[in-house]
């Protein structure tokens, strides 16, 4: 398992992008439209249509980026926060799947195919 450094502003940065989220997924739909994923207005237009898809992207990448590598390498937990404790399985490039728990601020996972394990980079807790 290879252990990496980020900067500390990224995080900081990607944890009020992400409650900012959270505040926002926990308001009800919109009234009016037949999908409960449409939102009410806050930025554009209504129903807010895309703010959830939105959500879902910034904590995908908060657990994984992936590397524009030849090896398909990918960063785990590039700006998860240590308080947060997290039980995630996530796809990365190359058919590759991870499996694991961030608990308390230590992290386990386990990558199949194992040949992958290689590519898969964990950060520090943050």
Known sequence: IVIMELHPLITTES???VMIKVARAS??????YRFPAFMPHLQDYEP??????????????MILQPVDDAAGSAVLLPSWPCEWDLDFKVVA???????????????TYTVTPTTRESSIKALRCQ
Do not use: C, E, Q, W
């Not at 308001?27 to 009016?32: E, K, S």
């Not at 490039?93 to 992290?107: A, C, E, F, H, M």
């Open 48 to 61: 807010s249509a895309d703010h959830l898809g939105m959500f879902s992207a910034a904590v995908t990448y």
């Open 15 to 17: 944890n009020v992008t």
């Open 93 to 107: 490039p190359r058919n590759t799947v991870i499996d694991g728990t961030l608990v308390g601020g230590k992290l």
């Open 27 to 32: 308001l009800a739909p919109a009234t009016g």
